[in-house]
């Protein structure tokens, strides 16, 4: 994929499909120390010793619309090109945890791309699951909560409303400003 946001929009679409209701997405990030690391935690069904290792497997899948599942052997792929690791643990019944490792230098480091845009379109598709999307920099860090929203809208406004998905544009616009050295708080 041409950026890792990509990525993270496929990983997390997997955890909607194993009935999670909760999805944290954790990006940190760092020139200083040269490195950029993606975590992705569910609470979905979770999976065995034996589907976690076929699940790196670029055709092995779960679906029935097409034969093979190129989503995680790539996230996996474009972290140990740079020279970075890769890890999934998971646990029947409880979720799932998927962990990518970067080194920012590599030249053949993919770009993090509009991960922005990428947490947004989680919402307004999946409008009753909730996501936790936390993202540092050697800047600052913010993090955006839709349990938190929910706590402050009530249960009467959908996060899909307009409204609601125009404010969190403009939320993870403003923050992702000021921890990329913009706007200072």
Known sequence: MRELSLNV?????????????????IVKESDKNDFLDITIKDNGCGMTKEQVQNVIDPFFTTRTTRKVGLGVPLFKMAAEQTGGSFSIDSTLDVGTTLFAHFVKSSVDMTPLGDINSTIKILIQCNPDIDFVFSHSTDNGEFTLSTIELREILGEDVPLNTPDVLEWIGGFLSEQSNIIYGGAKK
């Open 9 to 25: 929009m496929d990983v997390a679409q997997n955890s909607v499909t194993a009935k999670a209701s909760l999805v944290t997405i």
